[in-house]
């Protein structure tokens, strides 16, 4: 199995353009996670989806960021525009929600730097 | 969510065991205890979890205290490789407590 696959690694932009950030869950996990993580607030959940519909969004930090799971091997996170604080390390991870079943398996990250 | 408190940072030696120590006095009875870590530029990875009962697998122990208001994750010999920072984290297990909630972590370095 490859993993959560997450594209571009790295990103550097520009102020006020959109990033858009891709993950692709483990084949046959049901659960899709980002996460945030920067030095000064640490690892931050931003939105999950359970079966591709968004469950809890309460972490997105305000409306320029928009996620969507359009189909159980593909999602997106966007941010549009970009800001210099939106720099950071955006994880995903995704889930077999199964019974007790907990484990998060996470991606490598995208670096995003937004100068 | 239930509040961990864990050390900032540890220190050990290569080949020697490592106790990482975790505080979660408000842990409610429901509530798993979850040990996830991130090794230097990667993202976190699941070590081990349990509810009330001692925990091991092929990558630790996991020792919960009979009042389970703390835990301790094992290392039995620590590596180079087992550098990184360890997260515990507290799960509730109803289906909506899905989340992980990662605080600071303890960083751990080994000493070759």
């Known amino acids: 199995d490859a993993g959560v696959i997450q594209s571009p690694r790295h990103e550097v932009t520009e102020m006020g353009q959109e990033v858009t950030l891709r993950c692709k869950p483990i084949s046959g996990h049901n659960s899709l996670f980002w996460y945030r993580q920067t030095m000064m607030r640490g690892l931050e959940l931003l939105i999950y989806f359970n079966n591709n519909v968004p469950i809890d969004d309460s972490g997105m930090p305000e409306d320029r960021f928009s996620a969507k799971m359009p189909n159980a091997s593909f999602s997106t996170l966007k941010i549009q525009p970009s800001e210099p604080r939106d720099s950071a390390v955006y994880f995903c991870?995704?889930?077999?929600?199964?019974?007790?079943?907990?484990?998060?398996?996470f991606g490598p990250g995208t670096r995003l730097t937004v100068l | 969510d239930a509040k961990t408190t864990q050390p900032n940072s540890m220190e050990s030696n290569e080949e020697e065991p490592v106790h990482l120590p975790c505080n979660h006095s408000?842990?409610?009875?429901?509530?798993?205890i979850h040990w996830y870590r991130q090794l230097p530029s990667q993202g976190p990875e699941y070590v081990i979890h349990g509810l009330t009962s001692n925990v091991n697998n092929r990558m630790a122990s996991l020792a919960i205290a009979e009042d389970r208001k703390s835990s301790t994750l094992i290392l039995h010999r620590a590596t180079l490789r087992d550098a990184a920072v360890y997260y515990c984290?507290?799960?509730?297990?109803?289906?909506?407590?899905?989340?992980?909630?990662f605080g600071q972590g303890t960083r751990l370095t080994i000493n070759p």
């Open positions: 991870a995704s889930r077999l929600q199964q019974g007790r079943t907990d484990t998060q398996y």
């Open positions: 984290i507290l799960r509730g297990a109803g289906e909506g407590a899905q989340k992980l909630v």
């Open positions: 408000t842990i409610s009875g429901t509530d798993y």
